[in-house]
């Protein structure tokens, strides 16, 4: 029987580590949390307002077996280990955990590591710690503000305008897509004209653009200026000046969450929430004949920080693979900034020998392409800067100068895995005095307006505003489509009716917290917490009475817009028919709801076939054809009078008519 029980989060990474422990270790999974916020209390928050904002908790109902039998499981060892993931969210499951299976009376650590490695879960159970109360507070100031916002905004909402949630960070995200649009919309093009001499040298084609006339910066507005420019030019020009400059360029960082879910959806075309599902698997781990290796580190972090064993790994590895000149070391100068979350590491291999083409046969087609990114970046950045010639060539054309660049690799250092330049855009050789003959063309513009955000453009502007942290970036991008706030078309973001709906109303009436600024400080006041710099219950009380007085208000002012009635009845039970907003936009649908459930898209016009025949019992209207919705006769003809309600004649057949 097992002396020590091990408790992580996931199925997936229990079955890893059971595999690196001996049999006096049994590992199992929590699935998750297993206690949220009850919806007892004022507003169903779950939280006890007056009473110092106490959280009131309940198992779920999904997790009261589990729960049953992880408390037989602790009791029958000697020490429990708490194992769940190193970050707010890990150390607050592990909280719950210590509560509700009754560990305080009993030996118990917290355990973290950033991989999923023998080495790394070893040297973990020689460093167990007690619960970090702090992180604890951080992550429940957290969930109730989330909690607060999220149930009584969602609800106002729904009531007065039909949409069908709200939150801190996803407001904010949404607010930004929405004034995107209207700067979009709001644009006025402006015409300009390129003009290029295309100059001939052996089989390359230089193409190059209009610049300067003697020496002065020139702009083409309109065909009558770039027409009487293009006359102007000759089919050949002289090259007056030919120069090249070295220079060094230096490997970007590791990956943090939010720069992986960029790359990838840019590389690879991966949505936010795909790239975070693949990740975890490859953390989690992956079996490799008979091993299981958890291939990659914590994949939710905002660190660059790297390890000394793995900079020490990564050395040898670069050295005996492409020679000494090609290792620089790691000297990020941020790598241990104050404000980077709980200090984990960057996204890096857990293990460097673990290449792209050694574990490939073992990965999916998209865990390969995934890995090999986050592979080679961390290589990558404790590489040499690779060496660049930039090259500039200008040719004179009867006083019109054009100019084209180039640039050439002398030495690729850090390329060699992560290349990003094509070494073909390079320049022949030319020389300075040289005529060179080309073509002449002019091709009319229109100044753009600004680009929508794409997912990789909206986590990047998140985080440079400081809104959400890197486990809520993928979740947000979901729920804005979920919603119906914005769609994705060519692979950006455009706000949907409803979607500006909101943001206008929650711009109008809850500017004071739904808004850049605020919610970015309220991150930095969560870190806080999370260090022990500020008192959660003094910032829950702050946050709260800035606002509830904006809710009462807009609860009271706030104009509802659906349902709204419509000058039409229900063709089946006569009612009026109203418009609602749902999941998919607005539709039509009966006020006699639940009673009758008659339905239709928006767009949808029932035109019933007319028989020509007046109707004998009032006279005034007209018999028609309709197909019967409900009931027995679903999807059966009949005929009605078309003044219905008010008359209610109808037949089963011609026949009865005459």
């Known amino acids: 029987m097992a002396k020590y029980l091990v408790i992580v989060e996931s199925p997936a990474k229990s079955k890893t580590i059971e595999k690196y422990l001996g049999s006096d270790y049994h590992v199992t999974s929590s699935l998750g949390h297993i206690r949220d916020l009850t919806t007892r209390g004022y507003g169903g928050y779950g939280v006890d307002i007056d009473n110092n904002f106490m959280p009131m908790y ?246 660059i920080r790297l390890s000394n064993e793995f900079i020490y790994g990564a050395k040898a590895y670069i050295e005996k693979t492409y020679g000494s000149n090609y290792f620089h070391g790691y000297f990020a100068s941020n790598a241990n900034d104050a404000n980077v979350q709980d200090a984990h590491e960057a996204i890096r291999p857990s293990i460097v020998t673990n290449t792209p083409d050694k574990v490939k046969e073992y990965l999916s087609s998209d865990e390969y392409k995934l890995y090999s990114l986050i592979y080679n970046r961390a290589v990558s950045a404790l590489m040499a800067s690779a060496v660049v010639e930039d090259q500039k060539v200008t040719f004179n054309n009867n006083g019109y100068e054009f100019d084209a660049t180039g640039e050439k690799v002398l030495f ?51 985080e440079e505003l400081g809104i959400g942290r ?67 219950v003094t910032e829950l009380k702050k946050f709260y009475y800035d606002y509830k007085p904006l809710l009462d208000y807009a609860d009271e002012n706030m104009d509802r817009k659906y349902p709204i009635e419509l000058d039409e009845a229900c063709p089946e039970c006569g009612r009026p028919l109203l418009i609602r907003n749902g999941r998919f936009g607005e539709f039509i649908a009966c006020s006699g709801f639940p009673k009758c459930r008659y339905i239709r898209s928006k767009e949808e016009k029932e035109v019933p076939v007319s028989t020509g025949i007046k109707c004998p019992n009032c006279e005034k209207g007209y018999i028609v054809e309709r197909v019967s919705k409900r009931g027995r006769s679903k999807g059966q003809k009949f005929y009605a009078c078309d003044q219905y309600p008010k008359c209610k004649t109808t037949y089963t057949s011609l026949d009865e008519i005459k």
């Open 470 to 536: 890197p486990s809520t970036y993928a979740v947000t991008m979901e729920t804005l489509k979920i919603r119906n706030y914005a769609k994705l078309e060519k692979k950006a973001f455009v706000a949907t009716p409803q979607g500006i709906l909101t943001s206008d109303t929650l711009d109008q009436y809850f500017n004071k917290v739904i808004n850049i600024e605020y919610t970015s400080n309220m991150e930095s006041m969560l870190d806080d917490i999370a260090v022990g710099k500020a008192d959660e």
């Open 412 to 462: 690729d250092g850090f390329l060699k895995i992560y290349p990003d330049i094509d070494d073909t855009k390079s320049l022949p050789k030319i020389n300075e005095g040289d005529t060179v003959k080309g073509s002449i063309r002019s091709e009319q513009k229109f100044t753009n307006p600004p680009a929508r955000y794409t997912e990789a453009r909206l986590i990047r502007k998140m």
């Open 58 to 303: 309940k198992v779920m109902k999904d997790k009261h077996e589990l729960v049953k039998t992880l408390k037989k499981e602790a009791k029958g060892v000697d020490k429990v280990y708490l194992a769940t993931d190193p970050d707010r969210e890990g150390e607050a499951i592990s909280w719950h955990l210590l509560q509700v299976l009754e560990l305080k009376d009993k030996p118990y650590e917290r355990i973290v590591f950033n991989e999923i490695t023998k080495g790394a879960i070893l040297n973990a159970l020689k460093e167990g710690r007690d619960i970090d109360i702090n992180l604890v507070k951080s992550q429940e100031s957290r969930r109730i503000v989330d909690r607060i916002i999220g149930f009584s905004l969602s609800k106002l909402l729904q009531k007065k305008i039909g949409s069908k949630s709200a939150g801190r960070v996803q407001s904010v995200a949404l607010k930004l897509i929405c004034d995107r649009e209207k700067e979009i919309q709001a644009f006025t093009p402006v015409e300009y004209y390129d003009i290029f001499f295309d100059a001939a040298k052996g089989a390359r084609v230089i193409k190059a653009k209009l610049e300067r006339f003697n020496g002065e910066k020139i702009s083409v507005n309109n065909a009558t200026d770039a027409n009487s420019i293009v006359a102007k030019l000759k089919e050949e020009a002289i090259v007056s000046s030919f120069t090249v400059k070295e220079r060094t360029k230096k490997p970007s960082l590791p990956y943090t969450t939010s720069t992986l879910q960029q790359d990838a959806s840019i590389r690879l075309g991966f949505t936010a929430k795909k790239t975070m599902l693949i990740a975890q698997k490859l953390y989690e781990g992956v079996d490799m004949g008979a091993d299981r290796v958890g291939l990659i580190t914590y994949m939710r972090t905002d660190s």
